[in-house]
Nanobody, 123 residues
Framework: VQLQASGGGLVQPGGSLTLSCAAS??????????TGWFRQAPGKVREFVAS????????RYADSVNGRFTISRDNAHNTVNLQMNGLKPEDTAVYYC???????????????WGQGTLVTVSS
């Protein structure tokens, strides 16, 4: 499984950004893997942001982003998007997408990772 995260950039507080995670490899689709988004700010540990199961029937968000971020997936194109609205300076971090059979909030439980994309929220 290979994951490619994209869409990061510089945005002002209150602005919006959409991150995309493109997955490739038969394991991803054959095993119907869940996908998650995590982030890591400078000097901090990697933390859970959102996750979605293969069917899209179960989504989960961290309390800090619930109501502002929306995760969605397009299985026909093996992509998972993270729509981020109402961005705050504390959302600044490198955002990573991950995939595995089970969707959990624990970074160490995910077996496949993308390379990360930087989101900076600043005026």
């Amino acid at each position: 499984v290979q994951l490619q995260a994209s869409g990061g950039g510089l945005v002002q507080p209150g602005g919006s950004l959409t991150l995309s995670c493109a997955a490739s490899g038969r394991t991803y689709s054959d095993n119907k893997l869940a996908t998650g988004w995590f982030r890591q700010a400078p000097g901090k540990v990697r933390e859970f942001v959102a996750s979605i199961t293969w069917s899209g029937g179960s989504v989960r968000y961290a309390d800090s982003v619930n109501g502002r971020f929306t995760i969605s997936r397009d299985n026909a194109h093996n992509t998972v998007n993270l729509q981020m609205n109402g961005l705050k300076p504390e959302d600044t971090a490198v955002y990573y997408c991950a995939a595995d059979a089970l969707a959990t909030t624990i970074p160490g439980a995910w077996g496949y990772w993308g390379q990360g994309t930087l989101v900076t929220v600043s005026s």
